[in-house]
């Protein structure tokens, strides 16, 4: 039972360079979610797509692209990373959009931009 | 402006003893959830709560719905040191727009000292 994968696990950057954090999810969900994770800040939406063929901004979506390739992939694409990109990057996945749906998140991506 | 504060930040308390821990908003919740994190992993739901005034019980854990649906709380009974993590409650808003949105607290940090 893997339930979502998230590659890589652990990334450095400089800043300027781009680079695809890739999400996979094997429960056939509908929904999928990008987050980002800072100390004392909480979880916060980047982008999610509620169903397939359809993505939408979150609450910090600036310097984020976003594909939903198929109905089991959501990738998330920083196209020019800078230093407040620094964070810890968390995929996660629900059958339905909703807020009293069950997420399933994966383990993370480390994420440093020097 | 954070719409959930959880209280206290940081919580470090002897295995046995009882403990509760916050989720405090000035905004009304369709629903609230509760996620424990722990080390190097995501988020894994423990509950969800969607009545004002809902108590659930989860083993030794039990989570608390406030009546006007603004507050949460979780109480631990008789801690174990595998109740150590980052503990997280999310509460859904409707928007303006009628879109549903998840808003993240900002965590307590839970460890239970052997």
């Known amino acids: 039972n893997a339930g979502v994968t998230q590659t890589p696990k652990f990334q450095v950057l400089k800043t300027g360079q781009s680079m695809t954090l890739q999400c996979a999810q094997d429960?056939?969900?509908?929904?999928m979610y990008w987050y980002r994770q800072d100390p004392g800040m909480g979880l916060r939406l980047i982008y999610y797509?509620?169903?397939?063929?359809?993505?939408d901004k979150g609450e910090v979506p600036n310097g984020y692209n976003v594909s939903r390739l198929n109905k089991r992939e959501f990738s998330l694409r920083l196209e020019s990373a800078a230093p407040s990109q620094t964070s810890v990057y968390f995929c996660?996945?629900?059958?339905?959009?909703?807020?009293?749906?069950?997420?399933?998140f994966g383990s993370g991506t480390q994420l440093s931009v020097l | 402006t954070q719409l959930l504060e959880q209280s206290p930040q940081f919580l470090s308390i002897q295995e046995g003893e009882n403990l509760t821990v916050y989720c405090n908003s000035s905004s009304v919740f369709s629903s609230l959830q509760w996620y424990r994190q722990e080390p190097g992993e995501g988020p894994v739901l423990l509950v969800t709560?969607?009545?004002?005034?809902e108590v659930k019980k989860l083993k030794r854990l039990t989570f608390q719905f406030g009546d006007a649906r603004k507050d949460s709380s979780l109480h631990i009974t008789a801690a174990q040191p595998g109740d150590t993590g980052l503990y997280l409650c999310a509460g859904g808003l409707i928007s303006n727009f009628g879109n549903e949105k998840l808003t993240f607290g900002t965590g307590t940090r839970l460890t239970i000292i052997p």
């Open positions: 996660a996945s629900s059958l339905f959009p909703g807020t009293n749906e069950k997420l399933f």
């Open positions: 709560v969607v009545t004002g005034g």
């Open positions: 429960m056939n969900h509908n929904s």
């Open positions: 797509s509620a169903s397939e063929g359809t993505t």
